[in-house]
T-cell receptor, first 113, second 113 residues
C-alpha cells in the first residue's frame, strides 16, 4: 500500500514531441504528489507538484494530470527538448502522517534532436 | 532562493576512517533530511530532523550518525563504513516536515574503499 509504481522505466522521444510518464498508487491517504527531475551527478530538483483537490496543474511545458478515482497521476512534457533528458521521479506523501515521500522507481527520458 | 548546499562534493574514505558530510540551508526551513541514492534508483530516506530534533530514523546502521547543530545545519558523521555504503548522499530541507515541498542539495558522492 505504500508503493508508487512508475512507468515506463525508460522513454525516448523526438525533439518537439510529448513525453508522458505515469505513476499509480494504492494508498488513498496520499495527498501530495510531487515530480522531481534529476540530471546525472546532481540532486533531484522539484519540478511541479499537485494536491488531490485539482485534476491538472500546468507550469510552462510541464503538466501534471491527476485522476483520483483511478489513483493515477502523470507528467506530460510538451515540446520536449534535448535539455529535458534526465531521470524523472514521481513521489507521494501523506500530510496526516510523517510527510515521508514515497518515490517511484524513476523514468530515464532521452530526447533525441 | 531554494538552495541547499552540501560539502564535500566528493569523498573517498577507507573503511576505518571517520568523516563527516555537511549540509546547509538559509531558507528558514525547519525540517532537514538525509537520503542515500544508489545509481539508477530513487532516493532512500535515512533521517529526518524537525525543529532540530530527530524525527525519523529509518533503521539506519549506527555507522551513520546524524547531527543537527542548529536550524540551518545538518551533519552526517561516518565511521567504519562498508564498500556497499558507496552512494550519492543527498540532503534536503522543507519549511516543515509535513505537507511542504522538499528541496534537495547537489549531493556528496561517497566512495568507500
Amino acid at each position: 500500500q505504500q508503493q508508487v509504481k512508475q512507468s515506463p522505466q525508460s522513454l525516448i522521444v523526438q525533439k518537439g514531441g510529448i513525453s508522458i510518464i505515469n505513476c499509480a498508487y494504492e494508498n488513498t491517504a496520499f495527498d501530495y504528489f510531487p515530480w522531481y527531475q534529476q540530471f546525472p551527478g546532481k540532486g533531484p530538483a522539484l519540478l511541479i507538484a499537485i494536491r488531490p483537490d485539482v485534476s491538472e496543474k500546468k507550469e510552462g511545458r510541464f503538466t501534471i494530470s491527476f485522476n483520483k478515482s483511478a489513483k493515477q497521476f502523470s507528467l506530460h512534457i510538451m515540446d520536449s527538448q534535448p535539455g529535458d533528458s534526465a531521470t524523472y521521479f514521481c513521489a507521494a506523501s501523506r500530510s496526516s502522517n510523517t510527510g515521508k515521500l514515497i518515490f517511484g522507481q524513476g523514468t530515464t527520458l532521452q530526447v533525441k534532436p | 532562493d531554494t538552495e541547499v548546499t552540501q560539502t564535500p562534493k566528493h569523498l573517498v574514505m577507507g573503511m576505518t576512517n571517520k568523516k563527516s558530510l555537511k549540509c546547509e540551508q538559509h531558507m528558514g526551513h525547519r525540517a532537514m533530511y538525509w537520503y542515500k541514492q544508489k545509481a539508477k534508483k530513487p532516493p532512500e530516506l535515512m533521517f529526518v530532523y524537525s525543529y532540530e530534533k530527530l524525527s525519523i530514523n529509518e533503521s539506519v546502521p549506527s555507522r551513520f550518525s546524524p547531527e543537527c547543530p542548529n536550524s540551518s545545519l545538518l551533519n552526517l558523521h561516518l565511521h567504519a563504513l562498508q564498500p556497499e555504503d558507496s552512494a550519492l548522499y543527498l540532503c534536503a530541507s522543507s519549511l516543515g516536515q509535513v505537507g511542504y515541498e522538499q528541496y534537495f542539495g547537489p549531493g556528496t558522492r561517497l566512495t568507500v574503499t
